[in-house]
Nanobody, 127 residues
Framework: QLQFVESGGGLVQPGGSLRLSCEASGFTLDYYAIGWFRQAPGKEREGVSCISSSGASTNLANSVKGRFTISRDNAKNTVYLQMNSLKPEETAVYYC????????????????????WGKGTLVTVSS
């Protein structure tokens, strides 16, 4: 249950783009709210974006508004994070996080819902 893997990280030039993927196996993502979080060197973990079971997206960080887009493809059992105009300070390990199914609102992006964390994928923004 709740097995998933992040991928798509790597080295990108400032101003460039990457698309991260969170692919589930052993369960279906359809009913879950899914979030992307990141942890930069020397900093605390920060919420980036969240998508509900209905496909509604919520920005969790003001700094990514207009540049990052979260989406889901239920047929592929995958959630994506499209990151554009990347900045060096956004170098971080990016984590896919799945809502706690024991919560009544596990399909919605609400505070405290995220419970199951992936191992992360490293994004390095550097020239």
């Amino acid at each position: 249950q709740l097995q998933f893997v992040e991928s798509g990280g790597g080295l990108v030039q400032p101003g460039g783009s990457l698309r991260l993927s969170c692919e589930a196996s052993g369960f279906t993502l359809d009913y879950y709210a899914i979030g992307w979080f990141r942890q930069a060197p020397g900093k605390e973990r920060e919420g980036v974006s969240c998508i509900s079971s209905s496909g509604a997206s919520t920005n969790l960080a003001n700094s990514v508004k207009g540049r990052f887009t979260i989406s889901r493809d239920n047929a592929k059992n995958t959630v994506y994070l499209q990151m554009n105009s990347l900045k060096p300070e956004e170098t971080a390990v990016y984590y896919c996080v799945v809502a706690d199914p024991n919560l009544l609102l596990f399909g919605q992006c609400v505070p405290g819902a995220m419970a199951y964390w992936g191992k992360g994928t490293l994004v390095t923004v550097s020239s």
